[in-house]
C-alpha cells in the first residue's frame, strides 16, 4: 500500500490514487496497492496522460484538464495502474465490475508479465502511428522504448 508520502509524491506528477471504486474518470490512477513507481515511470505515466488529453480532447478543453488537480474528464474511463514487488505492471478500467480485477491475470494459464509500456502500447494500439510518433518526439522518457 502505498504510504502518505508517496501519495503527496504522486501529486507532483498529477497522478492520483485510486482503490477498487474510483469512478472519479481521471486519464490515469495508480492503485493504492501499488508499489511505488520509479520517478522515470512517473515521468512517463504524465507523458502519456499529456498524449490522451492531446489526442481524444478538443484543444480548448485541454487546458482545462490539464489545469485541474488531476487530469480528468467525466466521461474519461480510468485506466487503473499497478506495479507489482517484480515490477510487473496491471491495469484495469474503472468501470470493470466482472473478470479478474486487474489484466494481466496472473492466476490464468497464459499470463505473461507486462510493463508499463506494454500497457501503454496495448491501449494505444488502435493510435499506434501517433503513440509511435509521441514517444520518438518525447525520446528523452520514452529513450529504451522508441524502437
Known amino acids: 500500500m502505498l504510504t502518505l508520502g508517496q501519495r503527496e509524491h504522486l501529486k507532483k506528477y498529477k497522478i492520483p490514487v485510486a482503490d477498487y471504486l474510483t469512478y472519479a474518470y481521471y486519464i490515469v490512477a495508480i492503485h493504492e496497492d501499488s508499489v511505488m513507481p520509479t520517478d522515470i515511470e ?7 496522460t499529456e498524449f490522451v488529453i492531446g489526442h481524444v480532447y478538443a484543444e480548448p478543453y485541454q487546458k482545462r484538464i490539464f489545469e485541474r488537480e488531476f487530469s480528468g474528464d467525466s466521461g474519461h ?30 492466476v490464468a494459464k497464459e499470463y505473461i508479465p507486462m510493463t508499463l509500456m506494454d500497457i501503454f502500447d496495448r491501449e494505444q494500439r488502435f493510435a499506434q502511428q501517433y503513440w509511435y510518433e509521441w514517444k520518438q518526439t518525447h525520446s528523452k522518457i520514452f529513450n529504451a522504448y522508441t524502437t
Open 77 to 106: 474511463n480510468t485506466v487503473i495502474l499497478k506495479k507489482d514487488e517484480h515490477g510487473h505492471w496491471f491495469f484495469r478500467r474503472a468501470t470493470w465490475t466482472e473478470g479478474p480485477s486487474f489484466f494481466p491475470n496472473v
Open 42 to 48: 512517473l515521468d512517463q505515466l504524465r507523458s502519456y
